[in-house]
């Protein structure tokens, strides 16, 4: 019989002879090296074994640590995520993953109820220091199941942590870091931006990762810390926060008009980088938030509250808030749906205007 | 109306469709009267190899494995002959836990702690399943396995702090009375959330799996929760991966004021649940402390040996409330308990041991005086540490601690303001009483 896996993909090799990974290939390496690092690390979830996974993020993973460290399960998040959680109280480091940030919810019991409180109330005899790994957001014709942005309600838990990278240099660096945590970390990858940073001009061909500075993903073991956002332009017009795909649609909109905007690519939003955001927000007293999921109790409305309550009065307007529409995620609408450049640019219009 | 008349108008000699509401047979006032509930004879049973397959041996799943017979004899293969001496302690063990539910029970009357769950008639199905397993295997249990921690020699006045929510409890006042945690016992913290201990202990066993370890697993549900999707990953979850684990079914007929038949007792038993994922599953006198011991072991011997998880059920009956803040004289007759044609298990045990000449009413007597005077003493400990209410037992900065390993930014924010209104709330309170920052 032919072996029919995929292999990882070699690394593409930039100008600078450096190594330029794509976010899937980055995060393959990031789970490769925890592995190899840590025997208690495991990774499982639906079709991320022999096949590697639907997206190929744990492509080859099996065939070298071997069928007890990386494996399939059935498809039963409320089992995957429930076994992780036994897992970790044995003392293992678990790596599941939830195909689609979508289907999630069949384990959010487990996860709200199970794997965020163990260590308060247990006081501290069991830990659950799992990384729940998901691909999330829209823009790839996936309809109102394969679209979805749920962070908020992940935030919204006493005792997750929710991380979403928006460059290959991130997700390794953020994943080992989250792989590391003894929290359990609620890890989106933004999908549509696995294999090049989409801007939001969905009619324009898309770059790959190559093209991009923060594709230069190093050899080895290395993390980022969680809670600490990223400087992703300077700038004293207007405060950007997004994160994910939201930090490349907001610089691209930001750069064809000429506005020179402070973006910060949050990273993690519990624990959220305050500091930086006051520090930005009291430099350029204006504040727009970009985020794909609907708007409705979205974590743009957090963000919203913090900036109002700790920077009043460094604000020159309103904060506004770009968001997805409150209405589930549609199929052949969803560039309609979408916040991309039109929105973004009335914002920020009406912010600069005040 | 035009709606009304859509089906008959048609003319169709359909039979109207008719929606079944399972109803339990007795209500209060009612006579109970089990005759109907097949109970088998002690000792009837043969005791399959531990290596079986599960559909080689599914009449296990409809029959009940029981030891102790009406003559107080233990019969057949499944007695798992245990000495004098350890029957006496699993006597002992379900005495402890009887007597400790009493007090517990009546100091919650007494408003020393705010909720309480007995697990009268149903003793066996803890003490002398977790006296069938090894003191290292994991146990995840449900809110009714008190029994498992008394056998495993948890002391007394720990349970009691925890459920006082005083300044010693481990769990520093976070969780509800009873829903324990003792890692160094290997007793998983309960949740309260109802089944999701299951798949946990699927994952626990498939952990000791992945590392060659030979600890199992085993945990405990209420047939009313097998009704959850959490029991249904964990079956097949156990069975995908052949984990070392057992799940422990206790039937015992009502989850609050819903009967059994609201999980599907009316259509099949819990055991039987088992085979359509092709897991061995044993029905089990539940109220018989041999039989559970013995089908304890059975299941752990086979999980040891990489045979696969086994499901049990317990057939047995909640004698008492599901809790302190329940009154089931308002749901069910007051007879069942006396009518139950399993007995009381502590009774069984007990006439079983005088029957062997190991044992009389005498030394009977004086074991449950010896402990309610060790409940009695645990109690008086405990109490002073405090009571729930009596005092600011644990600092304040405690609440805030747990939630993640290091206390972040907005955590920290908060801590302080719970501080700031301490002042105000209660200014007078001391330090030294445990409110300090």
Same mark, same amino acid.
């Given at each position: 019989?032919?072996?029919?896996?995929?292999?990882?993909?070699?690394?593409?090799?930039?100008?600078?002879?450096?190594?330029?990974?794509?976010?899937?290939?980055?995060?393959?390496?990031?789970?490769?090296?925890?592995?190899?690092?840590?025997?208690?690390?495991?990774?499982?979830?639906?079709?991320?074994?022999?096949?590697?996974?639907?997206?190929?993020?744990?492509?080859?993973?099996?065939?070298?640590?071997?069928?007890?460290?990386?494996?399939?399960?059935?498809?039963?998040?409320?089992?995957?995520?429930?076994?992780?959680?036994?897992?970790?109280?044995?003392?293992?480091?678990?790596?599941?993953?939830?195909?689609?940030?979508?289907?999630?919810?069949?384990?959010?019991?487990?996860?709200?109820?199970?794997?965020?409180?163990?260590?308060?109330?247990?006081?501290?005899?069991?830990?659950?220091?799992?990384?729940?790994?998901?691909?999330?957001?829209?823009?790839?014709?996936?309809?109102?199941?394969?679209?979805?942005?749920?962070e908020a309600m992940f935030t919204h838990v006493a005792g997750l942590k929710t991380v979403i990278p928006a460059t290959p240099y991130d997700a390794k660096g953020l994943l080992i870091a989250a792989i590391e945590d003894n929290d359990p970390v609620i890890f989106f990858e933004p999908k549509r931006i696995y294999n090049g940073p989409f801007t939001g001009y969905y009619d324009k061909p898309v770059e790959p990762w190559k093209k991009h500075q923060d594709s230069v993903v190093p050899e080895g073991y290395y993390r980022i810390p969680l809670g600490k956002a990223r400087h992703v332009t300077q700038g004293d017009a207007l405060t950007v926060l997004a994160y994910g795909t939201m930090v490349h649609v907001a610089q691209a909109v930001c750069e064809n008009k000429g506005i020179k905007?402070?973006?910060?690519?949050?990273?993690?939003?519990?624990?959220?980088?305050?500091?930086?955001? *006051?520090? %930005?927000?009291?430099? #350029?007293? &204006? @504040?727009?938030?970009?985020? $794909? +999921?609907?708007?409705?109790?979205?974590? !743009?409305? *957090?963000? %919203?509250?913090?900036? #109002?309550? &700790? @920077?009043?009065?460094?604000? $020159? +307007?309103?904060?506004?808030?770009?968001? !997805?529409?409150?209405?589930?995620?549609?199929?052949?609408?969803?560039?309609?749906?979408?916040?991309?450049?039109?929105?973004?640019?009335?914002?920020?219009?009406?912010?600069?205007?005040? | 109306m035009a709606g009304d008349s859509i089906v008959a108008a048609g003319g169709s000699n359909k039979p109207a469709l008719a929606l079944h509401v399972p109803e339990p047979k007795y209500r209060p006032g009612d006579t109970a009267d089990f005759s109907h509930i097949d109970i088998g004879e002690a000792g009837s049973l043969p005791r399959p190899d531990e290596a079986s397959a599960p559909a080689d041996m599914a009449d296990f799943a409809y029959s009940l494995v029981r030891v102790l017979g009406d003559d107080d004899q233990a019969h057949g293969a499944w007695d798992p002959k245990l000495t004098p001496e350890t029957m006496r302690t699993m006597l002992f063990n379900m005495a402890l836990v009887r007597a400790f539910d009493e007090r517990m029970f009546r100091g919650q009357r007494q408003g020393k702690t705010s909720f309480y769950m007995k697990c009268t008639g149903e003793e066996a199905t803890s003490v002398a399943a977790g006296m069938a397993l090894a003191s290292d295997d994991m146990v995840f249990p449900s809110y009714r396995q008190q029994g498992i921690l008394i056998a495993r020699g948890y002391p007394l006045v720990d349970m009691i702090n925890q459920i006082y929510s005083n300044k010693a409890d481990k769990l520093k006042g976070r969780q509800l009375p009873i829903m324990y945690s003792a890692r160094d016992y290997n007793f998983f913290s309960i949740s309260g959330n109802l089944a999701t201990q299951l798949p946990q202990a699927v994952g626990w066993s498939m952990a000791s799996a992945i590392k060659g370890d030979t600890r199992i697993a085993a945990t405990w549900v209420g047939e009313g929760s097998t009704a959850e999707g959490d029991f249904h990953s964990a079956c097949t979850f156990a069975t995908v991966y052949n984990a070392p684990v057992i799940l422990n079914v206790v039937n015992n007929q009502w989850a609050i004021s819903s009967f059994s038949g609201f999980a599907g007792a009316e259509r099949t038993t819990f055991a039987a649940r088992a085979l359509g994922y092709g897991m061995a599953g044993l029905r089990v006198d539940g109220n018989d402390a041999l039989a559970v011991f013995a089908a304890q072991q059975w299941a752990a011997n086979r999980a040891r040996s990489n045979a696969g998880?086994?499901?049990?059920?317990?057939?047995?009956?909640?004698?008492?409330?599901?809790?302190?803040?329940?009154?089931?004289?308002?749901?069910?007759?007051?007879?069942?308990?006396?009518?139950?044609?399993?007995?009381?298990?502590?009774?069984?045990?007990?006439?079983?041991?005088?029957?062997?000449?190991?044992?009389?009413?005498?030394?009977?007597?004086?074991?449950?005086?010896?402990?309610?005077?060790?409940?009695?003493a645990a109690t008086k400990e405990a109490e002073k540490n405090g009571i729930l209410g009596h005092g600011l037992h644990h600092p304040f900065r405690t609440m805030f601690e747990d939630v993640f390993e290091e206390l972040p930014w907005h955590l920290k924010e908060q801590a302080?303001?719970?501080?700031?209104?301490?002042?105000?709330?209660?200014?007078?309170a001391h330090p030294k009483d445990g409110a300090g920052k």
């Open positions: 019989m032919s072996d029919t896996r995929a292999k990882v993909a070699p690394a593409i090799v930039g100008e600078s002879a450096e190594r330029r990974l794509n976010m899937i290939d980055a995060i393959n390496d990031a789970l490769d090296i925890m592995l190899d690092r840590d025997p208690d690390v495991i990774v499982m979830g639906e079709d991320v074994g022999y096949f590697g996974g639907v997206f190929r993020a744990t492509a080859g993973l099996q065939e070298k640590h071997g069928k007890t460290r990386v494996f399939d399960t059935p498809i039963s998040e409320c089992g995957i995520i429930g076994v992780a959680v036994g897992m970790g109280a044995y003392g293992l480091r678990p790596v599941p993953e939830i195909q689609f940030a979508d289907y999630i919810y069949p384990g959010l019991d487990q996860l709200v109820s199970e794997a965020a409180r163990l260590r308060y109330r247990s006081a501290g005899e069991f830990i659950a220091p799992m990384t729940v790994r998901s691909p999330f957001g829209g823009g790839i014709f996936g309809g109102q199941t394969h679209s979805q942005s749920p905007a402070d973006i910060l690519d949050l990273r993690t939003l519990v624990p959220l980088d305050i500091e930086a955001i *006051e520090a %930005s927000v009291e430099k #350029t007293g &204006r @504040c727009l938030i970009v985020h $794909e +999921a609907t708007r409705t109790s979205g974590f !743009g409305a *957090e963000l %919203s509250a913090l900036v #109002t309550e &700790r @920077c009043f009065y460094h604000l $020159e +307007a309103p904060v506004e808030r770009v968001t !997805g529409f409150d209405t589930p995620y549609p199929h052949s609408l969803e560039w309609a749906y979408f916040p991309g450049p039109v929105r973004i640019g009335e914002a920020i219009d009406k912010i600069m205007s005040e | 998880p086994t499901l049990i059920e317990y057939f047995t009956y909640r004698a008492e409330g599901h809790s302190t803040s329940d009154d089931p004289s308002g749901y069910r007759s007051a007879h069942e308990q006396n009518e139950w044609p399993l007995g009381d298990p502590i009774t069984r045990l007990k006439d079983h041991l005088i029957a062997i000449g190991e044992w009389d009413e005498g030394r009977q007597t004086a074991m449950d005086e010896d402990c309610a005077a060790r409940v009695k302080e303001q719970a501080t700031r209104e301490r002042e105000i709330k209660w200014p007078d």
